[in-house]
């Protein structure tokens, strides 16, 4: 029984779908039927049936019509057809009149469908958080319960095959994550103990068990969902400056079918029906149905197929600003480069053993928390060091770490840290051919001098310098903007590729930069993780959050990269470059429609069910051109 309910909700929920449509085909077969009385004399039925079919195929579009001009106070295409289909059955055109009706109900089920096929995107993401999860609690087997009665704290058990039903950290357990519903990118990601794992993701090989650490309502998914759909919602200028003309181009049209109905009868000599019929052919082919369809679905499209290719859009206004993009300024640590130092070099003073040299180093840097501390533990490790020797240490700020180890005082950080003059002397200068390579080196010393130094280096990202080869193809200049000194700056700016680079930034440091830039440019784009470059991000014509689906990234930029993956830059500036193409050649070909239908009117040479197929055609030939925007390949 409970599945018979369901099924006929959903056989309900389509019906309600494809409503127009279907209003659309009846009042078609009322319109055929009405004609065949027609032609065999039956006049008063055949009238009756085409009012039918005026009320049911028109219907939709008039309560439209009348609901928004009620509640815009300004008149709108949707009132101008109603207008041109009741004075054609005024003055006798019964049949044109009902044609008008039956292709603008069908074109308004088109564009009714093309905004849904946007929207689907979203609900098929909607659809993807499971209802209900495996709670586990105490020695207990797992219940299953619903998802909304699941609080912070919880603890799920999440099978192979299943959703994440929330946000949260594994603690036991590790498996294959496919993650595709969140960032687009289809390789499933290795996750353990620790990690994090987003909700309406799915969990590929092995069972793991989460501890939930957000609400249901404010989950990463819930996140996007929430974001894509305000970005639905809010329009481009483009299309405001669209819907404003509309309001005065109705009242243009409305005025030239007034002259029309009687200025020709008196000036060209026209007979009062030939006079009133061209009057409602200009109604009909004057409206800007097309016009006000050029911008919105092909918007919408756009930013589903982002979506899909975890690229977040928070409006239209951002998309327009994409496509004509000349600059891109990009922080270095974490977008460019990995953001995690590796240890590259490691030398140590003639005489000392390697092994044990490094061993003193890691047990006095594996006490800290600083980067490139834990950068030289994790070397060590994988140099087989698997035991480091105990050691207090004091941290001193900005310069490096005192440490004792067996009661022998270390000094571990920069060459002024443990002396300048022999850091500089020490391995024959290696120290200055390192930093020119763009490393930063590090010294050990005790009472005998300087035993031993490593160089560490942030690596660029090979996605990243495929990335900016890709945007100068797009013929838009790259520009880091780092805190890092000259030095390094200039080696990662070679190795990655960028037109430019500003060392030593700081925050305020930035803006500044970022004002030359938009001054040179006029349309600069900037890259940041987010926190610190929120300044500079807020500054740019577009700001771009890279940061792994932080929740920071979703609230500080215009567009969001769901993965910390540049060539996503690329694909955003050809998508809203491909749908300033679409809009450009649909408002170029619905104006070429509307001139062309206008002026063979004034010539007598197009009739009313021409025109209204001229019209409504060239409607739908714009709202499906808007639809190939949902093409995942651009």
Same mark, same amino acid.
């Given at each position: 029984?409970?599945?018979?309910?369901?099924?006929?909700?959903?056989?309900?929920?389509?019906?309600?779908?494809?409503?127009?449509?279907?209003?659309?085909?009846i009042?078609?077969?009322?319109?055929?039927?009405?004609?065949?009385?027609?032609?065999?004399?039956?006049?008063?039925?055949?009238?009756?049936l085409?009012?039918t079919?005026?009320?049911?195929?028109?219907?939709?579009?008039?309560?439209?019509?009348?609901?928004?001009?009620?509640?815009?106070?300004?008149?709108?295409?949707?009132?101008?057809?109603?207008?041109?289909?009741?004075?054609?059955?005024?003055?006798?055109?019964?049949?044109?009149?009902?044609?008008?009706?039956?292709?603008?109900?069908?074109?308004?089920?088109?564009?009714?469908?093309?905004?849904?096929?946007?929207h &689907?995107?979203?609900?098929?993401l909607?659809?993807?958080?499971?209802?209900?999860?495996?709670?586990? &609690?105490?020695?207990?087997?797992?219940?299953?319960?619903?998802?909304?009665?699941?609080?912070?704290? =919880?603890?799920?058990?999440?099978?192979?095959?299943?959703?994440?039903p929330?946000? !949260?950290i594994?603690?036991?357990?590790?498996?294959?994550? =496919?993650?595709?519903?969140?960032?687009?990118?289809?390789?499933?990601?290795?996750?353990?103990?620790?990690?994090?794992?987003?909700?309406?993701?799915?969990?590929?090989?092995?069972?793991?068990?989460?501890?939930?650490?957000?609400?249901?309502?404010?989950?990463?998914?819930?996140?996007?969902?929430?974001?894509?759909?305000?970005?639905?919602?809010?329009?481009?200028?483009?299309?405001?400056?669209?819907?404003?003309?509309?309001?005065? @181009?109705?009242?243009?049209?409305?005025?030239?079918?007034?002259?029309?109905?009687?200025?020709?009868?008196?000036?060209?000599?026209?007979?009062?029906?030939?006079?009133? @019929? %061209?009057?409602?052919?200009?109604?009909?082919?004057?409206?800007?149905?097309?016009?006000?369809a050029?911008?919105?679905?092909?918007?919408?499209?756009?930013?589903?197929?982002?979506?899909?290719?975890?690229?977040?859009?928070?409006?239209?206004?951002?998309?327009?600003?994409?496509?004509?993009?000349?600059?891109?300024?990009?922080?270095?640590?974490?977008?460019?480069?990995?953001?995690?130092?590796?240890?590259t070099d490691?030398?140590? &003073? =003639?005489g000392?053993?390697?092994?044990?040299?490094?061993?003193?180093?890691?047990?006095?840097?594996?006490?800290?928390?600083?980067?490139?501390?834990?950068?030289?533990?994790?070397?060590?490790?994988?140099?087989?060091?698997?035991?480091?020797?105990?050691?207090?240490?004091?941290?001193?700020? !900005?310069?490096?770490?005192?440490?004792?180890? =067996?009661?022998?005082?270390?000094?571990?950080?920069?060459?002024?840290?443990?002396?300048?003059?022999?850091?500089?002397?020490?391995?024959?200068?290696?120290?200055?051919?390192?930093?020119a390579q763009?490393?930063?080196?590090i010294?050990?010393?005790?009472?005998?001098?300087?035993?031993?130094?490593?160089?560490?280096?942030?690596?660029?990202?090979n996605?990243?310098?495929?990335?900016?080869?890709?945007?100068?193809?797009?013929?838009?200049?790259?520009?880091?903007?780092?805190?890092?000194?000259?030095?390094?700056?200039?080696?990662?700016?070679?190795?990655?590729?960028?037109?430019?680079?500003?060392?030593?930034?700081?925050?305020e440091t930035?803006?500044?930069?970022?004002?030359?830039?938009?001054?040179?440019?006029n @349309?600069?784009?900037?890259?940041?993780d987010?926190?610190?470059?929120?300044?500079?991000?807020?500054?740019?014509?577009?700001?771009?959050?890279?940061?792994?689906?932080?929740?920071?990234?979703?609230?500080?930029?215009?567009v969001?990269?769901?993965?910390?993956?540049?060539?996503?830059?690329?694909?955003?500036?050809?998508?809203? %470059?491909k749908?300033?193409?679409?809009?450009?050649?649909?408002?170029?070909?619905?104006?070429?429609?509307?001139?062309?239908?206008?002026?063979?009117n004034f010539?007598?040479?197009?009739?009313?069910?021409?025109?209204?197929i001229?019209?409504?055609?060239s409607?739908?030939?714009?709202?499906?051109?808007?639809?190939?925007?949902?093409?995942?390949?651009?």
């Amino acid at each position: 029984m409970e599945y018979s309910n369901r099924e006929n909700y959903h056989l309900i929920e389509k019906i309600k779908e494809h409503a127009e449509l279907i209003a659309a085909l009846i009042a078609g077969l009322f319109i055929l039927l009405a004609w065949r009385l027609d032609t065999s004399g039956q006049t008063t039925a055949s009238v009756l049936l085409y009012i039918t079919a005026f009320c049911v195929g028109g219907f939709a579009k008039a309560k439209e019509g009348i609901e928004e001009t009620i509640a815009d106070k300004k008149l709108n295409v949707e009132l101008l057809m109603v207008l041109a289909a009741i004075g054609s059955a005024a003055i006798g055109y019964w049949t044109e009149g009902a044609i008008l009706i039956f292709i603008f109900a069908i074109s308004g089920a088109l564009e009714t469908y093309a905004m849904n096929k946007s929207h &689907r995107e979203i609900s098929a993401l909607m659809n993807l958080q499971p209802e209900e999860a495996w709670l586990v &609690r105490g020695g207990f087997e797992p219940m299953k319960v619903a998802v909304s009665t699941l609080k912070i704290g =919880d603890h799920l058990l999440i099978k192979p095959g299943e959703r994440v039903p929330a946000d !949260g950290i594994i603690f036991k357990g590790q498996s294959s994550i =496919d993650e595709s519903a969140i960032s687009g990118e289809p390789l499933p990601v290795a996750k353990r103990e620790g990690d994090e794992v987003f909700a309406g993701t799915v969990n590929l090989n092995g069972a793991i068990t989460m501890e939930m650490t957000k609400p249901n309502s404010e989950t990463l998914f819930q996140k996007i969902i929430t974001l894509v759909q305000s970005a639905q919602s809010e329009k481009s200028p483009s299309q405001q400056f669209i819907e404003k003309f509309e309001g005065t @181009y109705v009242k243009f049209v409305l005025l030239a079918v007034i002259l029309m109905m009687f200025l020709p009868h008196f000036l060209l000599g026209w007979d009062w029906t030939t006079t009133l @019929y %061209r009057a409602m052919v200009l109604l009909v082919v004057a409206s800007p149905c097309a016009l006000v369809a050029s911008i919105m679905p092909a918007t919408l499209a756009a930013i589903s197929n982002g979506a899909k290719n975890g690229i977040l859009f928070k409006g239209g206004l951002h998309l327009e600003h994409l496509s004509v993009l000349k600059a891109l300024a990009v922080d270095k640590t974490g977008t460019l480069t990995q953001g995690k130092p590796v240890v590259t070099d490691f030398i140590v &003073r =003639d005489g000392l053993e390697t092994q044990q040299t490094l061993a003193l180093l890691a047990g006095i840097e594996a006490q800290s928390n600083h980067p490139l501390a834990q950068a030289i533990t994790m070397y060590a490790k994988a140099e087989g060091t698997a035991q480091f020797p105990s050691a207090s240490i004091e941290d001193i700020p !900005g310069w490096g770490i005192k440490g004792s180890i =067996d009661g022998i005082e270390y000094l571990v950080g920069k060459p002024d840290f443990v002396g300048e003059d022999e850091a500089n002397a020490f391995a024959n200068g290696a120290a200055a051919t390192l930093a020119a390579q763009g490393k930063t080196v590090i010294f050990i010393r005790n009472h005998m001098g300087i035993i031993a130094l490593a160089a560490l280096k942030d690596t660029v990202r090979n996605e990243a310098k495929k990335a900016i080869a890709l945007l100068k193809e797009l013929h838009i200049d790259v520009i880091m903007l780092t805190g890092d000194n000259e030095k390094t700056a200039k080696v990662i700016a070679k190795e990655s590729g960028v037109s430019e680079y500003v060392a030593e930034c700081l925050p305020e440091t930035k803006v500044t930069e970022m004002k030359r830039l938009l001054g040179q440019y006029n @349309y600069v784009g900037m890259v940041g993780d987010g926190i610190n470059d929120a300044p500079a991000l807020a500054t740019a014509t577009t700001g771009i959050a890279m940061g792994e689906g932080t929740d920071v990234a979703l609230e500080t930029a215009d567009v969001v990269l769901m993965k910390n993956d540049l060539s996503k830059i690329a694909y955003a500036v050809r998508l809203s %470059r491909k749908m300033q193409r679409i809009v450009k050649q649909n408002i170029f070909f619905s104006i070429g429609v509307i001139t062309l239908l206008i002026a063979s009117n004034f010539l007598q040479v197009v009739d009313l069910p021409l025109g209204v197929i001229g019209h409504e055609g060239s409607t739908i030939l714009v709202i499906l051109n808007s639809l190939r925007m949902l093409n995942k390949n651009v």
